[in-house]
């Protein structure tokens, strides 16, 4: 028999409770379950009234069962019927259900405002309270129609009782959070200020989270509280620990409410007024100096207590950031937490410290705490403390400890969990360009980041370098010289070869005089790339190539050859067969002065924020607060403005490449340790307004031509809004020419319906995400399946400034799939404006288990040419997964019964990526199964359990998991009451490790 | 406080309180994803994450996890405590509260719940004053429908930390 509650008992609902905890399988839950709706409804429904006991029972039941997760859709009318009910427990489980089942927009709403109104007005505490916190429980617009009124009354009201004075007060906060504009300021504003000075402690607390809210959104309405929180808070400090009693928390005086109180402080500036100020120092003070003194309990609680005061305290010091002498003494105070055996408290200074970081009194000190940062880097094992470690590091990264931070951020790198890579790599990009002082420093520090971490590159980091390269001619020959070297390695990242292939294209001459790096080794060097590499960056090396050819007259030949061949002119993706043809037939008609001005040297990027700052400030977090830093960097440059009036030797190194930045180097050749340099082809005459690779960056420049861009994505490397070239010039007729003279490429090629499916596996265990990007077009997901039905969501992004017109994606089953999978789509707008987003719907049904997956295809007209192609929806079969928690002994009993031949499918696999328990964790349970804990007896193991569901039948899954970490390998097991499922699963997921 | 949440090891849904409007899919997948998150996390580590733009505390006691996803300008450690003072009330309430109590009186659990945090706020942070309310409501009651039902006596009791 169970354990029966206090008070009253509903011996029923405990029995049926009980039922549901014996029920051995999802299924016997299942069936119990709509039993008890069963009986339920037609208890609900039958002639016979129902007593208010019965209906409180049955009312119970059914928030017991939707808060099991299944839903609801009857009984709301009962329990709204409770709340008229005079006895206190059938009103309060009223409440109960309707504040955990009703959404605003339910049409009960009116009768449900009427119960409570009732309550509202009855003048009994009890009924009052219950009341209101139902109104702040459900909080809907509604509601703070009715009664956004009335509360502030009875807020303020002399003779309210305190207990709904403080239901009153987080009611009214409630509801102007969810509708401010329905709470009216009024007199009673001033009225609650004052409750602040209230007698009842537990009245304060409440209050100063209302007044919080409130000054936040009307500063001036509420300024009248600061001195007032502040006499209650020196109150506090002050106190002995035993004066507040019951608001005493483990020796420390109202921990809440100083909390709070230094909160609502927070909303306002430091006060004007010097005895006020003075007091608010003394305050924070005697808090900086308790934190000193021996603590008084050795309970965790303890220690909490006074800390969380501590760190509020150093919140509102840090958020004033006036008085210097506070300041240094947080930064030391956190220094010491730095170190405590307290992770959480390590984990707390250090976000601390961030913020401390951009105060212009703080930031030195926080600096001396850098080896200690360094060292939690090293040795936390937590990552979400490293995560905060690297946040801190960032932040004080200045000038003279830049070098050492990136090498420090480097090199951790190597190791770091791949859930922080992409941010840590953005940091260091962003510290190696503010801070480099040569820029060779800058150049190596990306090339490295490449190395290490080349899949977490992203475009931003890399374009970023190439800006950088082309806008500083005093780095062009050492960047050329480091790329030709770098990509010696036998295996080097793509992202790798984009740099190197740009780069060597633009300024391979800085280096050609040297044999070791002549150009045709040059050219063997990237073309040994190309075949290992995706369409997009063959695509540039073919553009670097043709670059070759106007740099070095010698390898012409040895380039024809390569773009004369059929892998390239008769290359099954248009974009390369239609650069093959064309940059083939550009070097054999063009003369050498064509030549030389078509491809001439990229002109500087005109000076903007980098992006990959703009990238790291959307991403939010402590460490990135772009505000305070951007403050902090400004008064630094300020500082370096005036050292550099007085002439001090510093400033000629530090801003030496600012200089260089503004009057460009004249001996650009000698820069380079080289023996001899070439100098580049000079155009005689420019024909062209625009340089070619601008004009080509925005898509639509040349839509009238067949040439796109040379550079598939330098619309973000180049001036976006550059004005398209207009026909007549004398490129648009060497291309006609070509057309006429050659065969046109578009016929050439094959239909262009390739389906993508580039990001398939990623969704193998996750359900959002970008499915496929090229230069016109993202298409990002969200989906969420349940049981044997699912809905996604599609995102199509438009990234031009052009509309896409005749917009339409269908979706697209196999013959295979169609009779076990269903796909409804709603039709898609026909137009996607410029930048827009659109999204469309599908609902999906899996009615058998099945293997090949729906596409879907996607047409429409850009720039007057019809896009067509097909990106593979990543529906599969594990997202029909249900997880199943079961023992151990349940397990092995399922698992002998699934012990059929072909029931099993054993796959031993190499490992793709770092063997991380955590990672794989994830993966399985993203997979859909349940990750079952204790059943493997060797814990290394991964053991789920999991039921596909389908409309015919489901299938029950068990799955283990044995990593061998010496071998790098996994062996996968998978048992299945079907083959086929079995063998799907197993190639799914044995993918994703 | 944006919602708090207690599970099993299990990882089965124990109490759930929102304070913001969202929908029930929504809950549901939220509460899968988080929960996953902080199974998934080994016994030593530190008692908050990051976790979407939420900042996560979360705390073990026994078979339980208590967790609270609390804003960006938020108090972790004020948290921390909120949710042991929580663990305190319905140990008090309760006698040695264990996971079968909260089980079977997830009404009661609500309610306490309720008198403590409101809004997501700490209303009263004072355990005599929220055990008197919740107290002086069974009373209004106790008279109504008593029943002698046997309580069994839980192995497994809530530490005081």
């Not at chain 1, 709509?34 to 208010?52: H, T």
């Not at chain 1, 012409?556 to 390569?562: F, G, L, P, S």
């Not at chain 1, 879907?856 to 929806?873: A, E, P, W």
Request: net charge neutral; charged share 25%; hydrophobic share 40%.
């Amino acid at each position: 028999m169970p354990a029966v509650s206090k008070g009253d008992g509903m011996r029923g609902l405990a029995v049926f409770i009980s039922d549901i905890r014996n029920c051995k399988s999802k299924e016997a839950e299942i069936k119990r379950i709509n039993k008890e709706l069963a009986n339920i409804r037609s208890k609900f429904k039958g002639d016979k009234a129902l007593d208010g006991y019965s209906k409180k029972k049955y009312v119970c039941k059914l928030l017991f069962i939707f808060l099991l997760g299944h839903d609801i859709d009857f009984g709301h009318m009962e329990a709204v019927n409770l709340l008229s009910s005079n006895k206190y427990t059938e009103k309060q489980i009223g409440y109960l259900f309707i504040s955990v089942l009703v959404n605003s927009n339910s049409d009960l709403i009116r009768l449900i405002n009427n119960g409570i109104k009732n309550d509202l007005a009855s003048r009994n505490p009890t009924h009052m309270n219950l009341s209101l916190h139902c109104i702040a429980n459900v909080g809907s617009r509604e509601m703070a129609e009715a009664f956004a009124a009335d509360i502030p009354r009875i807020l303020v009201a002399g003779d309210t009782m305190d207990s709904v004075k403080q239901s009153a007060a987080l009611c009214l906060l409630r509801l102007n959070r969810t509708s401010p504009d329905l709470v009216p300021m009024g007199e009673w504003t001033a009225r609650v200020v004052h409750l602040l000075n209230d007698q009842h402690l537990g009245v304060v607390t409440s209050a100063t989270s209302l007044i919080t809210t409130l000054a936040q959104k009307s500063p001036d309405d509420f300024k009248t509280s600061v001195s007032l929180a502040i006499a209650r808070l020196s109150r506090i400090v002050t106190s002995a620990s035993i004066d507040l009693q019951d608001y005493t928390y483990y020796f420390v005086a109202a921990p809440w409410l100083s909390v709070k109180l230094l909160r609502l402080l927070q909303c306002y500036p430091p006060p004007e007024d010097g005895a006020l100020r003075g007091r608010l120092t003394e305050c924070l003070e005697t808090i900086l100096n308790k934190a000193q003194e021996p603590p008084k309990s050795k309970k965790v609680q303890h220690s909490n207590a006074k800390n969380a005061v501590l760190f509020e305290a150093i919140a509102l010091i840090i958020h004033h950031d006036s008085e210097p002498t506070l300041l240094v003494r947080a930064c030391n105070q956190l220094g010491q937490f730095l170190q405590h055996r307290e992770t959480n408290l390590r984990y707390l200074a250090l976000e601390s410290m961030c913020t401390l970081a951009s105060s212009e009194f703080s930031h030195e000190a926080v600096k001396t705490h850098i080896e200690t940062v360094i060292n939690a880097l090293k040795t936390e094992r937590d990552v979400s403390v490293r995560q905060r470690a690297v946040d801190l590091l960032y932040a004080m990264c200045d000038r003279s400890n830049a070098k050492q931070i990136v090498a420090e951020m480097l090199s951790y790198l190597e190791t770091a969990d791949y859930s922080i890579r992409e941010e840590i790599v953005l940091k260091v990009a962003v510290l190696a360009e503010k801070y480099a002082v040569d820029y060779t420093w800058y150049v190596d520090t990306i090339l490295n980041l490449i190395r290490v971490a080349g899949d977490q590159v992203s475009e931003e980091v890399w374009y970023r370098v190439i800006q950088i390269v082309i806008n500083r001619d005093d780095v062009q020959g050492y960047a050329a010289k480091t790329v030709f070297e770098a990509l010696q390695a036998p295996a080097c990242h793509e992202n790798l070869v984009k740099v190197g292939g740009y780069i060597l294209g633009e300024f391979g001459n800085l280096i050609a005089g040297d044999s070791r790096s002549s150009p045709l080794v040059q050219f063997k060097l990237l073309h040994s790339k190309f075949h290992l590499c995706s369409v997009p960056t063959r695509a540039l090396l073919l553009s670097a190539y043709i670059k070759f050819i106007n740099l070095f007259p010698e390898v012409k030949a040895t380039i024809q050859e390569v773009l004369r061949s059929d892998s390239q002119l008769r290359n099954a993706d248009v974009e390369l067969q239609q650069r093959a043809v064309e940059y083939l037939r550009l070097s054999t008609i063009a003369s050498t002065d064509i030549l030389a001005t078509v491809l001439e040297e990229m002109p500087p990027f005109p000076e903007r924020e980098s992006s990959i700052l703009a990238k790291l400030k959307r991403r939010k977090g402590p460490g990135n607060q772009p505000g305070a830093e951007e403050a902090r960097q400004e008064r630094e440059r300020e500082r370096e403005r005036e050292r550099s009036l007085n002439g001090s030797a510093e400033h000629r190194e530090g801003g030496a490449a600012a200089s260089a930045k503004s009057s460009p180097s004249v001996d650009v050749l000698s820069v380079a340790a080289l023996p001899t340099n070439r100098p580049r082809p000079v155009s005689s005459v420019s024909l062209m307004q625009t340089p070619f690779l601008a004009s080509c960056a925005a898509p639509s420049s040349l839509s009238a031509g067949p040439m796109t861009s040379l550079y598939p994505s330098a619309d973000l490397l180049g001036p976006t809004g550059s004005p398209p070239s207009t026909g007549g010039s004398l490129l648009v007729d060497v291309f006609s020419d070509s057309l006429q003279a050659g065969p046109a490429p578009l016929d050439l090629a094959p239909p262009n319906t390739a389906v993508s499916e580039d990001n398939f596996s990623r969704f193998i265990c996750k359900n959002n995400g970008v499915l496929f990007e090229n230069q016109l077009l993202q298409i990002g997901l969200k989906s969420e399946y349940r049981q044997n039905l699912g809905r996604i969501y599609v995102f199509f992004g438009n990234k031009t400034s052009n509309q896409f017109l005749d917009f339409s994606s269908t979706v697209n089953c196999p013959d295979l799939l169609k009779t076990k999978l269903n796909v409804h789509t709603k039709p898609a707008d026909p137009t996607i404006d410029a930048g827009a987003q659109l999204q469309q719907i599908l609902n999906i049904e899996c009615l058998e288990d099945f293997t090949p997956a729906p596409v879907l295809d996607i047409q429409f007209r850009y720039g007057g040419t019809l896009q067509n192609f097909g990106v593979k929806l990543p529906v599969m079969l594990n997202k029909f997964f249900q997880p199943t928690e079961m023992e151990a002994q349940d397990f092995f009993q399922r698992w002998k019964q699934l012990g059929a031949p072909q029931q099993e499918v054993q796959k031993i696999f190499k490992a793709k990526h770092p063997m991380d328990t955590e990672v794989t964790k994830a993966k399985i349970m993203g997979f859909g199964t349940a990750l079952l804990d204790g059943v493997d007896p060797n814990p290394t193991n991964f053991v789920g359990a999991g039921v596909i569901h389908t409309k015919n039948t489901q299938v029950g899954c068990l799955l283990r998991l044995e990593p061998n970490t010496q071998a790098q390998m996994y062996r996968l097991t998978l048992r299945t009451s079907r083959d086929t499922v079995s063998q799907r699963l197993s190639d799914l997921l044995s993918e994703q490790f | 406080m944006r919602f708090m949440l207690l599970f099993s090891r299990q990882g089965k849904l124990r109490l759930q309180k929102w304070y913001v409007p969202l929908g029930d899919q929504e809950k549901r997948r939220l509460g899968r994803e988080l929960v996953q998150t902080i199974l998934g996390r080994k016994a030593k580590m530190c008692s908050f994450l990051e976790w979407r733009d939420l900042k996560v505390v979360y705390k073990r006691y026994a078979s339980l996890y208590f967790c609270c996803a609390i804003e960006e300008q938020d108090n972790e450690l004020i948290t921390l405590e909120v949710i042991h003072r929580y663990v305190e009330l319905l140990d008090k309430y309760f006698g040695s509260v264990c996971e079968l109590d909260i089980i079977f009186n997830f009404e009661k659990a609500y309610f306490i719940l309720d008198e403590f945090l409101l809004g997501g706020e700490a209303q009263e942070t004072s355990k005599k004053s929220v055990l008197k309310a919740i107290e002086q409501a069974d009373q209004l009651t106790s008279t109504c429908y008593q029943q002698a039902s046997p309580r069994i006596t839980s192995p497994t009791c809530y530490e005081h930390a």
